[in-house]
Nanobody, 116 residues
């Protein structure tokens, strides 16, 4: 059973940076598509970025393209999301998600707050 745990959230000023990590246990991420989602207060959960564990292919939402970078560390079995140029609209709970052959898994989320 795959388990995911996010870390790295916090309070940052506009224009600042944060690095989120998603640590996986129970199975290697090699065969999963791993996504980062976020949910702002009063809004629906939305996908931010994803990475294919098999070939490393990445995709980004238009709103974060050029500011966020997703990467995978095979040795640590983690996926990271480097966020820069953060703006108040990036505030929300960030969730790690993994999917493989119809099975999906979620982490519990980590709070990111962008405020001066």
């Amino acid at each position: 059973q795959l388990q995911l745990e996010e870390s790295g959230g916090g309070l940052v000023q506009p224009g600042g940076s944060l690095r989120l990590s998603c640590a996986a246990s129970g199975a290697p991420l090699d065969y999963y598509v791993i996504g980062w989602f976020r949910q702002a207060p009063g809004k629906e959960r939305e996908v931010v970025s994803c990475i294919n564990g098999a070939d490393g292919g990445t995709r980004y939402a238009d709103s974060v393209q050029g500011r966020f970078t997703v990467s995978k560390d095979n040795a640590l079995n983690t996926v990271s999301l480097q966020m820069s140029g953060l703006q108040p609209e990036d505030t929300g709970v960030y969730y790690c998600h993994a999917a493989y052959v119809g099975n999906t898994y979620w982490g519990h989320g980590t709070q990111v707050t962008v405020s001066s």
